[in-house]
């Protein structure tokens, strides 16, 4: 409904113009009653300033209503009455006339002023509605999604610009028709089940295929939300998504997937086959060379001794290394599955599976306790540590006795686990290159086949930590693991 009063906001309109207005009416008032005068004996003189009074309220607000009530009453007292000319409060029944026209000139003033308020506030609402309508209207828009609205009779009351690109129609053609017109008569059945599901409260998420005759089916995925007020449902949401490309990526990935799966099960096989196949002559070369230094050793002169030594040496090298990458290439294929692990109880296990060495090396392990739990797979980490405490004791040079403190720190979410040495040490330029397979930087003058630390760093990314060294040559090494604190869930 249109307004009764201006739509201009009155506090645009300059005060001059407002008051101003409220004079003219008053005297517009006036000189139309004296026109009229002779058909309005008998009527109130205040009849027409009443409408002065409400035209300038409505107009200019509160202000201009008083200013044109007062001018009334003073233009009716000195004009209209008589004595002409004069204010005269006598007699009584004169001056009550004024007050109570006073008082009609400012009731209809503050009347107009809460009608004219009202009218602003439902106009500004009605903006806002507009406003945000618009705003929805846009975002609806913007989304690559089809968003449409159905009644219960599957008549269209809402569609976004997707939603008409789906459809194949513009705005204006696409509400208020039904889904079954607007849809391919192949494709509405396929709809149809869900969309009364949806219609009986349920949301539904289902897939399709849309037939396009210039390629491929699109496929699509419908998702149908219930709008239900009050146990009722009054209509629903339709979204539908073109899942044509995602569903290919999903495809492409199975597939490298598959490939994936496949190659690591022939890894797998090889693995095994190498561990099988490759180990076994080995051993026979060491064993025929053992039985050939045992049986014929006096038979043979000293060169051929030494040759039947270093073949031994070397196939037992060999099966060492075979052993070790296997160990290696096993680490990044198998499951991790990590819990939480006393650290006390590796360290303790580690100890014991190097006995002999820090036996022979009459090696001083001390281990600063207590020491905390860890979150961690148990046996890789006992495989880790043990690879660092077998460094520490080995690279000691022979004639000093091997001292290796263990221990670890807490920061944070995570635990550090140190093994500290009295060795030779290590120029830190190598401190990166130590941790990739094969790389030895003491040659052969230390037994070892260069994957063990490899193997560490490995194993702890594995477990979701790092590892790192500090050391210098000559002032011995100190190896660190981080791993996630046993609290981790
Ligand atoms: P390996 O011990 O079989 O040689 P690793 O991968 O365990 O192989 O170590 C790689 C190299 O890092 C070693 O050959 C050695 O040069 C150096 N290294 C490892 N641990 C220590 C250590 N505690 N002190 C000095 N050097 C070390």
Redesign the pocket.
């Known amino acids: 409904m249109d307004s009764i009063l201006p739509h201009r906001s009155r506090d645009a309109v300059h005060p001059v113009a407002r008051y101003g207005t409220a004079v003219l009416t008053v005297v517009a008032a006036g000189l139309i009653h004296l026109l009229l005068w002779p058909f309005l004996q008998g009527f109130s003189p205040f009849l027409l300033f009443h409408l002065a009074v409400l035209l300038s309220a409505v107009r200019g607000g509160i202000g201009p209503g008083i200013l044109a009530t007062l001018l009334s009453a003073v233009f009716v007292e000195l004009i209209l009455l008589s004595p002409r000319g004069l204010i005269a409060l006598t007699p009584l029944s004169h001056l009550f006339g004024l007050l109570l026209f006073c008082a009609v000139g400012f009731s209809i003033t503050w009347l107009a002023h809460r009608l004219r308020a009202a009218e602003r506030r439902s106009a500004r609402s009605e903006a806002e509605a507009r406003t945000e309508s618009g705003r929805i209207t846009l975002i609806a828009d913007s989304l690559p999604v089809a968003i449409a609205y159905i009644d219960p009779a599957q008549r269209l009351t809402f569609c976004n610009q997707a939603g008409r690109d789906f459809f194949k129609l513009d705005g204006s053609e696409v509400l208020g028709r039904r889904l079954p017109d607007l849809l391919d008569p192949e494709v509405y059945p396929r709809l149809e089940p869900h969309l009364r599901r949806a219609m009986g409260g349920d949301r539904v998420t289902f897939d399709f295929a849309l037939p396009d005759p210039d390629s491929a089916p699109a496929e699509i995925r419908g998702t149908l939300i219930p709008d239900c007020r009050q146990r009722a449902v009054c209509g629903a949401v339709i979204l539908f998504e073109d899942i044509t490309e995602s569903k290919r990526v999903e495809r492409s990935l199975q597939f490298a997937y598959n490939r994936l799966r496949e190659a690591n099960q022939e890894l797998e096989s090889f693995a095994y086959s190498v561990t099988h196949d490759l180990r076994a002559p080995l051993r026979t070369m060491e064993g025929f060379s053992q039985a050939l230094l045992e049986d014929y050793g006096a038979q043979l002169d000293e060169t051929g001794r030494d040759y039947a030594t270093r073949i031994i040496a070397a196939a037992k090298r060999l099966d060492m290394l075979i052993r070790d990458l296997l160990f290696y290439s096993r680490l990044g294929r198998t499951e991790v599955e990590s819990q939480k692990v006393p650290l006390a109880e590796v360290v303790d296990e580690v100890r014991r599976l190097y006995k002999d060495s820090i036996q022979e090396r009459q090696a001083q392990v001390r281990v600063r306790r207590p020491l905390p739990t860890v979150y961690a797979h148990s046996g890789m980490l006992v495989q880790a540590l043990g690879?660092l405490l077998s460094?520490?004791i080995?690279?000691v040079p022979q004639g000093i006795r091997p001292e290796v403190e263990i221990w670890a720190e807490r920061r944070d979410d995570f635990v550090k686990i140190w093994v500290r040495?009295n060795?030779?040490?290590?120029d830190p330029a190598y401190h990166a290159e130590?941790f990739e397979p094969f790389?030895?930087?003491?040659g052969s003058a230390?037994p070892?086949?260069?994957?063990?630390?490899?193997i560490v760093r490995k194993s702890a990314v594995r477990m979701g930590g790092s590892s790192g060294i500090l050391?210098e040559p000559g002032k011995g090494?100190s190896?660190w693991i981080e791993l996630p604190g046993g609290e981790q869930p």
């Open positions: 690879n460094n520490a080995k690279f040495d060795g030779i040490g290590i130590i790389r030895r930087i003491h230390y070892g086949t260069g994957i063990g630390l490899a050391s090494s190896f």
